[in-house]
């Protein structure tokens, strides 16, 4: 039996008062083995230093992905007391960071929304840094607040080498800030980066507005229109594989936007181990005061057209891919170093 009308049919429509989601998926199944011990601080860490460092408009969605106890119940705690937090999504097993991620992207309405893992520590002022490169370059889909300098040679990145070449944006530029760069690639465990790496970068620049070219996904912040273009059916992988490259690589690219990061580092990878440098760092975070960029950003660009896209991979194979065609290229852009 039904009594009465339902109330929300009187005001069906979905709005929101915030313009820019988090999402930090987490996956801490113990803290006893080896690789997790010490994930536990290190959560807190992200955790905190997000609180901290977001604005005002904006809510966070923490995705418990199969955690232990004493994580879950830390997070229910921090819900309860962040009203920043106003996701908190239970799974009991781990659904893998992709599928994770869309459970709260499928859900939310925001325009714009950050990826995050659970393992980076936030600086001040990353947020509006990064809104700030979607407002200098209005087409930016994708914008990470850390530079790769080795990023310009993904196969994501058609769009905006198309974008960055027709309209000669194109320059090197010295990189901001090379220590934090040594630091994430030590973080990383992995040599990423060769010596010319820590010194220039390929960036696109237009007149006194500058953004590095191409970016990772550790922690990046997307257009949702780029989520319309992934797959419609879950990743088949928990982390790797190709769930990377299909659910948010490929579709910024497939929806013509450019691939960008902020040109000094505004976030560090802190990985699964606490160093002594981590604290200090986090201790100096402010908290923000800040309402954000909304009133400066266009939610509704249209990306590069299909035919341009085309344009742009056929452009970046011929030029980037080719080395011989790459050097002569840079090499009119200022940069005569056989690494890059």
Excluded at 180 to 196: D, M, N, P, R, V
Excluded at 215 to 239: D, L, N, W, Y
Aim: proline share 5%; net charge positive; glycine share 6%.
């Amino acid at each position: 039996m039904r009594i009465g009308s339902n109330p929300t049919k009187a005001n069906k429509q979905l709005v929101t008062s915030f313009y820019h989601r988090v999402i930090v998926p987490v996956y801490i199944p113990n803290t006893e083995e080896d690789y997790f011990k010490e994930a536990f601080p290190i959560l807190k860490y992200c955790l905190q230093s997000l609180l901290k460092t977001v604005h005002q408009k904006t809510r966070v969605s923490i995705i418990n992905n199969g955690c232990c106890d004493d994580v879950t119940t830390y997070l229910k705690e921090l819900k309860t007391s962040n009203v920043i937090i106003d996701q908190l999504l239970d799974s009991d097993i781990n659904l893998g960071k992709i599928n994770a991620v869309y459970s709260a992207v499928k859900s939310n309405v925001e325009p714009l929304i950050t990826v995050t893992d659970a393992d980076v520590l936030f600086l001040n002022n990353w947020q509006e840094a990064v809104e700030k490169v979607f407002i200098d370059f209005p087409k930016a889909g994708m914008v990470a607040p850390v530079p790769a300098p080795v990023a310009y040679k993904s196969s994501f990145v058609n769009s905006t080498f198309y974008y960055g070449f027709v309209n000669r944006l194109f320059k090197f530029d010295t990189v901001v800030n090379p220590d934090a760069l040594q630091q994430f690639q030590e973080s990383i465990g992995t040599q990423l980066f060769k010596g010319i790496h820590f010194k220039k970068y390929l960036i696109l620049q237009k007149r006194e507005k500058k953004a590095a070219m191409g970016c990772g996904h550790f922690v990046v912040t997307m257009r949702s229109q780029v989520f319309e273009k992934a797959p419609p059916r879950p990743s088949q992988f928990k982390i790797g594989g190709e769930s990377l490259k299909k659910y948010i690589d490929g579709p910024n690219d497939a929806a013509g936007y450019l691939r960008l990061a902020t040109m000094d580092c505004y976030a560090r990878h802190l990985g699964n181990k606490e160093e002594p440098w981590m604290k200090p760092m986090f201790d100096s975070i402010v908290s923000s005061d800040s309402f954000g960029n909304e009133q400066d950003i266009d939610f509704k660009v249209q990306g590069i057209s299909k035919f341009s896209q085309i344009l742009g991979k056929v452009g970046y194979k011929l030029i980037i891919r080719n080395d011989f065609l790459r050097r002569i290229y840079f090499r009119s852009k200022g940069m005569n170093h056989p690494e890059f």
